[in-house]
């Protein structure tokens, strides 16, 4: 769908969802969540944000750190998708289909970042720079996000030096100080976003911030995984599938559940011990690994994982199943009466 962190690439979930099952390393996520603030959500991201994010230690802050990220953006809250999240990776996916450049992801490009954060223009002129052969994109928006640009702006795109560069727009009338920093961007030959959109870019980001009452000062210190995500214990319910094979199946509402920034994952162990008293009849182990993207994660209703067959003799023994979250390591055992 996108360009993805590293990480989320080794990402695989049990073949129960249909997809391949090599489980994901943490020691994979520990080195490469970092890179999630040179993706996408750098073009959003605060100066407040940025700095709180410099300050973090450990990857579990930087998981929760991009939790509330999100979260501060969520524009209907009762709902469980984030919508503004969804549009702005839908903006991404179009943005990296439409105006890649070169070896440059469409949206690193001027016209995509333009895209991502105002949104699609109202219309589009393709033309030719007078005096030249070199191609130009004129988009006019009916008003930006931002009332530094003037309405009905026309705002020029011109391909230079293998790439296409903004054009600085008017400032607005009696704006001298704007007047002066058009000029001077005008003359930026390798400038590709002028000032002025740049600032309207900030604008856009700090507007997009819906609830501010969530913040980031609980990250200041190092704590563990499962203080930082509220996560005590693991929900779920045990059912037999057919004799001697149980299937595991956990609400996404109170599942540990993580966030990377552009999809939702899941890293899960399994333990099965049959066992009459204090002995031990038959035990086995099981890994399962999920990723959604967020439409399909707000369409789950139960995530189930299909346990491997244990070998039960006759007569009347207690089945202890233990599920564990791999990132937090926190587990919940249930002890299920098995008469055979």
């Known amino acids: 769908m996108l360009a993805r962190l590293v990480v989320i690439a080794l990402m695989v979930v049990s073949v129960q969802m249909g997809f391949t099952a090599e489980p994901i390393k943490w020691s994979d996520l520990q080195k490469n969540i970092s890179t999630w603030i040179e993706g996408p959500p750098s073009l959003i991201i605060t100066s407040d944000e940025r700095d709180v994010?410099?300050?973090?230690?450990?990857?579990?802050?930087?998981?929760?750190?991009?939790?509330?990220f999100w979260a501060r953006r969520d524009p209907i809250l009762r709902t469980r998708e984030n919508e503004y999240k969804q549009k702005f990776y839908e903006r991404v996916e179009?943005?990296?289909?439409?105006?890649?450049?070169?070896?440059?992801?469409?949206?690193?490009?001027?016209?995509?970042?333009?895209?991502?954060?105002?949104?699609?223009?109202?219309r589009v002129d393709k033309q030719s720079v007078e005096g030249s052969s070199r191609p130009a994109e004129l988009w006019v928006y009916d008003k930006t996000p931002s009332d530094r640009i003037p309405p009905n702006?026309?705002?020029?795109?011109?391909?230079?030096?293998?790439?296409?560069?903004?054009?600085?727009?008017?400032?607005?009338?009696?704006?001298?100080?704007?007047?002066?920093q058009r000029a001077l961007d005008a003359n930026f030959k390798y400038q590709d976003i002028p000032s002025v959109v740049q600032a309207a870019f900030v604008d856009v980001s700090k507007a997009n911030i819906i609830d501010e009452s969530k913040d980031y000062r609980d990250l200041i210190s190092s704590v563990k995984s499962t203080e930082?995500?509220?996560?005590?214990?693991?929900?779920?319910?045990?059912?037999?599938?057919?004799?001697?094979?149980?299937?595991?199946?956990?609400?996404?509402?109170?599942?540990?559940?993580?966030?990377?920034?552009?999809?939702?994952?899941?890293?899960?162990?399994?333990?099965?011990?049959?066992?009459?008293?204090?002995?031990?009849?038959?035990?086995n182990q099981h890994t399962a690994s999920f990723k959604w993207d967020q439409t399909k994660f707000a369409e789950l209703k139960e995530i189930t994982v299909t346990l491997p067959p244990i070998d039960i003799p006759a007569g009347q023994y207690d089945l202890y199943v233990t599920v564990g979250d791999r990132i937090s390591n926190v587990t919940e055992t249930r002890k299920i009466p098995v008469n055979k």
Not at 53 to 64: A, C, D, G, I
Not at 99 to 105: G, H, S, T
Not at 158 to 180: H, M, N, T, W
């Open 228 to 283: 930082k995500f509220g996560l005590n214990q693991i929900e779920f319910d045990v059912r037999e599938v057919k004799p001697g094979q149980y299937e595991v199946v956990m609400k996404p509402d109170t599942a540990p559940i993580y966030d990377s920034g552009e999809e939702m994952f899941a890293e899960f162990f399994f333990k099965q011990e049959l066992k009459k008293g204090d002995q031990l009849i038959a035990a």
């Open 94 to 122: 179009y943005a990296n289909a439409t105006y890649a450049e070169k070896n440059n992801p469409g949206w690193k490009s001027a016209r995509g970042r333009t895209y991502i954060m105002f949104g699609a223009p109202s």
């Open 53 to 68: 994010w410099k300050r973090l230690k450990t990857p579990e802050e930087q998981m929760q750190f991009i939790k509330i």
């Open 153 to 180: 702006e026309a705002m020029l795109f011109v391909y230079r030096d293998f790439k296409y560069i903004l054009f600085p727009p008017s400032a607005q009338p009696g704006d001298i100080i704007g007047e002066q």
